[in-house]
């Protein structure tokens, strides 16, 4: 056996490596690994991101209907928790995957290239340099990360100083029909009034042009990041990249035209408090 | 035809570097970009400067040694195209051509355009092979390889490992390169014994070089002189996310 | 000088078996006290360091290239030959074998080839188990296609990339063996002198081509596989950086030349566009199985077509020549490379040339694409036809494609006997650097199958037996007065080269030598040319020696200073190539005299007189080098005259 090894001692190769390897170490120390808890988690987050505008359009079905559905939520209990800690973990490990990577990615390339893209073939320039989104992901995300924390605490920490309307929100309560309001009620026991902080909400327009514009980036960023998933996670090929594609371009559209399509409202006078 | 040259010039890996600037004159439109530097070191030479370095060989688009970013585009942006391949009628009278080097930290600066590119050396030296001891093998006709699976193979195993990928990436990202190899080699049948040690070890040490990630720009795929499909990348997302599961917790 | 070629004694067909069981082995535990050079990193070097790190020794490989993955090989288009007879159209090692004695015109040896046959099935075999993606027909098992004037489909490939894939296939092994500590990799490293100790190769001086700095390395043997010297030419499809240093010094260290006047000159390159050319572009040889070569019958259409008055759509179908289906009807296009060439030579020396230059012939697909249809030609050249666009601008799918031979391969090299030793005891050479296999003219797809052989197959055993009997402890320090001698030597001409301080730069001496040596020793040789060559040559030389401007120093990364190396090789190399072209007074193969040729212009041998092979001796500075002969004996092969007719 020694013999052999002196010979070929090719099987030794792999083994130190794979030994100090496990899957869980290949999942957070790799570059590969990274990408797919990025493609998950995005894709955990993509799916909050739909249910959250789901649950939001109920606002146009008048206030019972999403103070209801808001009740319904509020009943899961602990289970609610569940939930939040998992997205909240998702989040923090989207964004960890994404500051990491990102750093990665600059000591990669510590100098730039002097001179602008102007390939001979001037029409394959679209080809070459990386898209706007692609280009600004950790940008988009960072904001949207940001606004999603202003969003918190203006909806749900209902911080009184930063939602823009001399209101607070802490005393929007309704009663049992969801409807009627309730003065006086108590956090954990009344019914709060969604659409009653929906709409005071988004009355004020400086706090509606933040929406939007975190939207419009939510969707920049996912106008990449969900065909990128579908690549890091290895589903992609040349012949569904076109659907993934349009997929990706066709739900940052939807929740686009989804969400804004509140404050837009809000502010037209569409939905108002009876 | 007149141009006039824009030229990273740097002595050495230590060196800062500049950029320094040139007439080329009387160009045919015939000259490859290369003999287009041929000529503009020719003069270099006789007016007693050095000439620039740069990489070439084959200068039939198949070795791979040539590296440099014309105008902000590696290889200079001809679809499927090398810069040794790259002919001057592409290009108009009078205009300015700024050529750089390959820029990435795995592939420091050796001297003006000539890059050190033993990074990819290592990288296939993890596992970019089918460990066969010279003769001990079987007749070629004994495992029959399926002729779609073959030409894809071969797709990737075009590849040329000139680094364009890596330095049109925004990010000097390699992985177009390491996917080609991991694909072709994980796409034949002889391959198949050592595939998930090969993926594991050649995305390590493709890390441990310091390239960038995959943004899926897909600026590698369109600069790349064998044209290698951004599928291969996603097959190497595959390959890795099967042998962390089926190796991974050994 | 001792040529002893060491031909195994027995029939043809069970020398190789017979030798390998007469050679000495190395014991497998004593395998790793022996340290192996090898000196170029192509099909053969590659494979020949990673088969012998696989068999348990040290190696040491070193390249001028970047990485080991880039060697010339790597350009090779067509094919590779091996007598697997997997289409059942009778193939078998014999007729490959006779085909490639006889495809080198009867001045190869026998046993050699015979024994290149016969590895050349476990090539295939060693390839497709790397993952070599070869061509593969429906059923899963390899395509094969008939090539360069074979009347059997023997060919393997993989696209128009077989060089490529199969160097990587070596590439890979040789990888893996760097990953393994077995193999020590230098690129971006060149040799400049071989070290010889008491008569025996015994190590290298080399330069690291980005610090300079020249160093010392020793082993127990030293392996050249540094490739051919169709630079000599200056344009020619070798790669840029190809050269002959690595073989010239090992000849100026004692090691005999052989046959340096053999040179193939291919049928099917791009012609030449201008005075900037740096090199030139092969189309693959497979491109004449479909186009029909032609040119027009008058001078007077030809002229016209030169002055772009005329297209070849133009030219009535009765007023062109298909010369090569008009001479050879039943080779037709398909007449060995050496005789397209000359052909194309003719053609365009009687003024029929097609090209601004006037050295261009058409090679024509209209008939293939009438056909066959224009998806099926682009299915088997498309990447050609593309290849041909970018650097023509020309469409070669409505426009003819205009070609012109140029020099591709060399089939002389270092003299190496059956072992693939050269006479100086210890230094192997394989593949093109060495004379052995192709005689006089090489086939189509066997360049390949060569560096293989040799790399895989050959060296590794037949090393064995001399390191055997020298023993482990044969391995000098590099502190020796050897080592020394040749350190000094290489930096005083590296030292010289710099000061010189002249006028011209190497590339315009190396163009200079490179127009000589085409006019005078290239596709037809005469006395008169040849002489005037082997004036004129010295006279450049001097000139160099004298005129010479490398910029810049020694400590850094320095083109001008690699390539004035060259050139400075080259110089003197032209001048044996010549000698040797001149002593050689008759016509075979890629070899051809004007005052030796049949009334019909076809090549003329001699074979009462020049059935030998020719090895020159060094013999210093400036002293005419002296010529040895080693006698072909053919035993198993009749001489003929070859006909393609």
Redesign the interface.
């Given at each position: 056996m020694e013999l052999r090894n002196s010979i070929d001692g090719g099987r030794g190769l792999y083994d130190t490596f794979a030994q100090s390897m496990d899957f869980i170490t290949g999942i957070f120390k790799t570059s590969l690994g990274r990408k797919y808890l990025m493609a998950i988690t995005g894709a955990g987050l993509f799916g909050f991101v739909v249910m959250h505008m789901l649950g939001n359009l109920l606002v146009f079905a008048g206030p019972a209907a999403i103070n209801e559905y808001a009740a319904k939520l509020q009943a899961l209990g602990p289970l609610l928790w569940v939930a939040r800690i998992g997205l909240l973990g998702m989040v923090g490990l989207h964004i960890w995957s994404a500051l990491k990577l990102t750093s990665e990615n600059r000591e990669a390339r510590t100098v730039e290239y002097e001179a602008a893209a102007e390939p001979v073939d001037a029409h394959r320039r679209d080809d070459i340099v990386a898209k706007f989104a692609a280009r600004t992901m950790i940008f988009s995300g960072l904001i949207i990360a940001a606004f999603a924390f202003y969003h918190l605490a203006h909806y749900t920490w209902k911080v009184p100083q930063i939602n823009g309307a001399s209101a607070d929100f802490e005393s929007f309560y309704v009663a049992e029909d969801f409807v009627t309001p309730l003065e006086g009620g108590v956090e954990g026991k009344d019914h709060a009034d969604i659409f009653k902080m929906i709409v005071t909400g988004f009355k004020v327009p400086a706090v509606s042009v933040f929406y939007v514009v975190a939207v419009g980036l939510l969707c920049v960023h996912l106008s990449h990041g969900l065909s990128a998933m579908f690549q890091s996670l290895g589903f992609k090929n040349k012949n569904l990249a076109p659907w993934m594609d349009r997929f990706a371009m066709g739900a940052s559209a939807l929740i686009f035209i989804g969400y804004i399509s509140i404050p837009v409202s809000v502010l037209a006078g569409f939905i108002i408090i009876k | 035809m007149d141009l006039k040259l824009?030229v990273?010039r740097q002595?050495?890996a230590g060196d800062v570097g500049r950029?320094e600037e040139y007439q080329a004159r009387d160009i045919?439109?015939?000259?490859?970009f290369?003999?287009?530097l041929?000529?503009v070191n020719?003069g270099?030479?006789?007016s007693?400067?050095?000439?620039i370095?740069f990489?070439?060989?084959?200068?039939?688009?198949?070795?791979?040694?040539c590296s440099m970013?014309?105008?902000?585009?590696a290889h200079?942006?001809?679809?499927?195209?090398t810069a040794c391949?790259?002919?001057m009628?592409?290009?108009s009278d009078g205009m300015t051509i700024?050529i750089?080097p390959w820029?990435?930290?795995?592939f420091p600066v050796?001297?003006d355009l000539?890059v050190?590119?033993?990074a990819?050396?290592r990288i296939?030296?993890?596992?970019?092979?089918?460990?066969?001891?010279?003769?001990s093998?079987?007749?070629?006709?004994a495992?029959?390889?399926?002729?779609d699976e073959?030409?894809l193979?071969?797709d990737a195993?075009?590849c040329?490992?000139c680094g364009a990928c890596v330095a049109?990436c925004?990010?000097?990202?390699a992985?177009l390169f390491v996917a080609a190899k991991i694909s072709?080699?994980s796409l034949?049948p002889?391959?198949q014994p050592?595939r998930e040690?090969?993926a594991?070890?050649m995305?390590?040490q493709?890390?441990d070089e310091?390239?960038?990630?995959?943004?899926?720009?897909?600026?590698c795929?369109?600069?790349c002189p064998k044209e290698i499909?951004?599928?291969f990348?996603?097959?190497?997302?595959?390959?890795?996310?099967r042998a962390?599961?089926k190796?991974?917790?050994? | 000088m001792n040529l002893d070629a060491k031909i195994p004694s027995g029939p043809m067909a069970q020398k190789w078996g017979k030798h390998q069981f007469d050679l000495k082995l190395v014991n497998p535990a004593n395998k790793r006290k022996y340290e192996v050079i090898v000196v170029g990193s192509g099909l053969a070097g590659a494979s020949a360091a990673a088969t012998l790190a696989e068999l348990g020794y040290n190696v040491k490989c070193f390249c001028f290239q970047d990485s080991p993955r880039r060697a010339h090989s790597i350009a090779a288009q067509g094919g590779i030959n091996a007598a697997k007879n997997y289409q059942n159209d009778g193939d078998s090692v014999h007729r490959l074998f006779y085909d490639t004695v006889k495809g080198g015109d009867y001045r190869s040896r026998e046993a050699n080839v015979h024994r290149l046959a016969q590895v050349s099935v476990n090539i295939i075999d060693q390839c497709a188990a790397q993952g070599v993606p070869f061509a593969r027909e429906y059923g899963g098992l390899l395509a094969n296609r008939s090539f360069g004037g074979a009347q059997v489909s023997r060919t393997f490939y993989a696209r128009g990339q077989t060089g490529q894939q199969l160097l990587l296939g070596a590439y890979s092994s040789l990888s893996r063996q760097i990953g393994l500590g077995k193999v020590q990799m230098f690129p971006r490293t060149e040799m400049l002198d071989v070290v010889l100790v008491d008569g025996h190769a015994k190590g290298i001086v080399v330069r690291d081509m980005v610090s300079g700095e020249i160093s010392r390395h020793s082993a127990h043997a030293v392996v050249l596989a540094t490739g051919g010297y169709g630079n000599a030419f200056f344009l020619s499809t070798n790669a840029m950086g190809s050269n002959v240093t690595a073989s010239f010094r090992a000849y100026k260290r004692g090691a005999a030349f052989a046959n340096p006047c053999y040179t193939q000159i291919h049928p099917t390159c791009i012609p030449v566009s201008g005075e900037h050319q740096s090199k030139l572009t092969l189309m693959s040889e497979s491109l004449r199985n479909d186009g029909r070569v032609w040119v027009p019958k008058s001078q007077a259409v030809a002229e016209k077509i030169r002055k772009g008055e005329l297209k070849a759509s133009d030219v009535a179908e009765g007023d062109r020549d298909y010369y090569l289906e008009r001479k050879y009807p039943s080779f037709g296009n398909l007449v060995p490379r050496d005789v397209a060439s000359r052909n194309a030579k003719e053609a365009c020396d009687e003024g029929r040339g097609v090209v601004g230059s006037g050295l261009g012939v058409y090679l024509d697909f209209e008939d293939a694409i009438g056909r066959l249809g224009e998806s099926a030609v682009r299915e088997r050249y498309g990447n050609l036809f593309d290849m041909y666009e970018k650097i023509t601008g020309s469409n070669a799918y409505k426009n003819p494609m205009t070609i012109f031979p140029a020099v591709h391969y060399t089939m002389g090299g270092l003299w190496v006997d059956y072992n693939l030793m050269s006479n100086v005891p210890g230094l192997y050479v394989v593949g093109e650097a060495n004379f052995s296999d192709h005689g006089a003219n090489r086939l189509g797809a066997s360049a390949l199958m060569q560096g293989l052989a040799d790399g895989y197959f050959v060296l590794p055993y037949t090393i064995g037996q001399y390191l055997a009997e020298v023993g482990p402890d044969d391995r000098p320090s590099v502190e020796g007065s050897e080592f020394a001698g040749a350190e000094e030597k290489v930096r005083g001409q590296i030292d010289q080269m710099l000061s010189i301080k002249g006028k011209r730069t190497p590339t315009s001496f190396h163009r200079e030598l490179g127009q000589i040596m085409w006019d005078k020793c290239g596709m037809a040789r005469n006395k008169a040319g040849l002489e005037e060559a082997i004036k004129k040559i010295p006279e450049l030389r001097a000139e160099f020696w004298d005129n010479l401007n490398v910029p810049g120093e020694n400590g850094s990364l320095n083109q001008s200073l690699e390539h004035a190396g060259r050139v400075a090789d080259f110089l003197e190399f032209g001048e044996l190539m010549c000698r040797d072209a001149l002593q050689r007074e008759e016509s075979c193969g890629g070899h051809f005299r004007e005052e030796h040729q049949t009334p019909e212009g076809e090549a003329k041998r001699d074979d009462e007189n020049f059935s030998f092979v020719g090895a020159w001796e060094y013999k210093g500075e400036n002293q005419t080098p002296e010529l040895h002969k080693e006698n072909l004996v053919y035993e198993e092969v009749k001489m003929t005259q070859r006909s393609y007719k």
């Open positions: - | 824009k990273w002595d050495n950029f045919s439109p015939d000259m490859s290369l003999e287009m041929d000529v020719e270099l030479i006789g007693g400067k050095e000439p370095a990489d070439s060989d084959c200068r039939e688009g198949i070795c791979g040694s970013v014309i105008n902000g585009t200079g942006g001809q679809k499927g195209t391949q790259l002919h009628r592409h290009f700024t750089e820029r990435a930290t795995a050796h001297r000539v050190d590119r033993t990819f050396d296939q030296q993890k596992g970019g092979f089918i460990s066969v001891r010279t003769g093998v079987p007749d070629a006709n495992i029959p390889v399926s002729k073959s030409d193979a071969m195993a075009q040329i490992g049109a925004k990010n000097a990202s992985m072709h080699l034949v002889q391959g050592e040690r090969r594991l070890a995305v390590k493709m890390d310091g390239f960038g990630n995959c943004t899926v720009t897909g600026s795929e369109a600069v499909s951004l599928d990348i996603a097959r190497m997302n595959r390959e890795y996310g962390l599961i190796k991974g917790t050994v | -």
